[in-house]
Structures are given as structure tokens and as C-alpha cells.
């Protein structure tokens, strides 16, 4: 990817394209391989074979014992017998498959005890919690997580993109550069607290306990 005079250029094996503009959403592995704090995950939609569950009732975050980890568990119940159980980390080193796979198997037996389950799906996804480096080059834009729209200290993005985008599109219909007001407060307030959970995971759990109750 390149760019010559006001013109952006992909070059593929092939074939070359060329816009005005190029928005880019991929993120490299590398990108988030450094040793930053990751927000990382593995869940299981369930489904029980009787009615267990209150459809109006969300775990969001049922943190458990993990040395030198934040760790905690969500449940999203879809109906009385379906829901997503999801297990989170944030921390500097994603865990394998088999650690993922055994916190939730222990928790669904732990507070579901025998009741007959079946797994319809997983899914699982690694969110870094820190700013993506920027490319300089002219009339490459990048989005997404990619482009630093997800919020550092959940990792949400849906409210952001809805934000971003308007004032990209917004900044295109009138002829001018796409470009996006950040808040530089919240983004100051979302790396401190991604500092604090980084440098002090064994502490992050009574900071959530506190923040929650006192909210």
C-alpha cells in the first residue's frame, strides 16, 4: 500500500487498485503480540434442556481467584434455557485452548451442577487494551479496532463506530479530509486504569468491587 499524488495504490500479485481514499479494518498479529495488556476470551452459546434461567438477569462479571491475572466469567442469557457463559482475561499473555475450555466446564459444574446441557457454538477473540499505531501514509485510513475505535478499557467498539463513522462520512459529503474527534479525557481515563490493571492485576478485583458499588 502506497500512495502518489492524492491517488492511494493497493498492489496486489496481479492486479493494482487506486481511490481517492482506502479504509483498512485489519489488525496484523504482530500488532498485538507485544507484551501490552490483551483483553482475551472464549465462550459457549449453552442450552440447558429444561428452564433454568432468569432472561432478565446478566452476570457481568463474576471475577474469580486467578494469581497474577484479572479473571472473571459473564453470563448473557438469551431465554430460560439459552444463554452465552463467557470467560475474560485481561493480562499480557493469551492462555491456551485447554485453559479456556476448563474454566468454563468448571464454573457450568460449579453452578449448574448435573442439569443436561448441549454446546452449539464457541467463539473467542483477543482485543489489545492500548493504541495501535498509525500509518503516515496519505489517504490510508484505518478503522475498527485497527484504527483505535474500540473503547481501551472494555474493549467495546459499537458506540465508537457508530460515532466515527458519521463524522467520516460527514467530513466526505462536504469535501473536506475524513477525520475524528477523539475525547482526549476518556482516552487519558481509559489508559490509567489499563496501567493500574496491568501493573497491579493481584489489586484489580477490589477496584472493580469498589467502582461498582459506589456507581
Given amino acids: 500500500i502506497n500512495s502518489h499524488e492524492n491517488r492511494i495504490f493497493v498492489?496486489?500479485?496481479?492486479?493494482?487498485?487506486?481511490?481517492?481514499?482506502?479504509?483498512?479494518?485489519?489488525?496484523?498479529?504482530?500488532?498485538v503480540q507485544k507484551k501490552d495488556l490483551?483483553?482475551?476470551?472464549?465462550?459457549?452459546?449453552?442450552?440447558?434442556?429444561?428452564?433454568?434461567?432468569?432472561?432478565?438477569?446478566?452476570?457481568?462479571?463474576?471475577?474469580?481467584?486467578h494469581k497474577n491475572l484479572f479473571h472473571f466469567m459473564y453470563i448473557l442469557p438469551f431465554?430460560?434455557?439459552?444463554?452465552?457463559?463467557?470467560?475474560?482475561?485481561?493480562s499480557t499473555k493469551v492462555l491456551s485452548l485447554k485453559e479456556y475450555k476448563k474454566d468454563i466446564k468448571d464454573y457450568m459444574y460449579k453452578n449448574f451442577g448435573e442439569i443436561k446441557f448441549k454446546i452449539k457454538f464457541f467463539e473467542s477473540g483477543v482485543i489489545p487494551m492500548f493504541k495501535i499505531?498509525?500509518?503516515?501514509?496519505?489517504?490510508?485510513?484505518?478503522?475498527?479496532?485497527?484504527?483505535?475505535?474500540?473503547?481501551?478499557?472494555?474493549?467495546?467498539?459499537?458506540?465508537?463506530?457508530?460515532?466515527?463513522?458519521r463524522q467520516i462520512v460527514d467530513c466526505i459529503l462536504v469535501g473536506k479530509y475524513p477525520s475524528i474527534k477523539e475525547n482526549y479525557i476518556y482516552n487519558f481515563l481509559d489508559q490509567t486504569l489499563c496501567k493500574f490493571i496491568k501493573n497491579n492485576p493481584q489489586k484489580t478485583a477490589f477496584?472493580?468491587?469498589?467502582?461498582?458499588k459506589n456507581n
Fill in 38 to 65: 490483551l483483553q482475551h476470551f472464549y465462550g459457549a452459546e449453552v442450552v440447558f434442556e429444561k428452564k433454568i434461567l432468569n432472561r432478565d438477569e446478566i452476570i457481568l462479571m463474576d471475577i474469580l481467584k
Fill in 11 to 31: 498492489n496486489l500479485e496481479k492486479k493494482v487498485f487506486k481511490s481517492k481514499l482506502l479504509f483498512d479494518s485489519r489488525l496484523e498479529i504482530k500488532e
Fill in 207 to 212: 477496584f472493580f468491587k469498589r467502582f461498582f
Fill in 133 to 165: 499505531n498509525q500509518s503516515k501514509i496519505k489517504n490510508y485510513i484505518r478503522i475498527g479496532v485497527s484504527g483505535n475505535w474500540n473503547k481501551l478499557s472494555t474493549g467495546y467498539s459499537l458506540q465508537n463506530s457508530f460515532t466515527y463513522a
Fill in 79 to 90: 431465554s430460560e434455557k439459552k444463554m452465552l457463559i463467557e470467560t475474560t482475561y485481561f
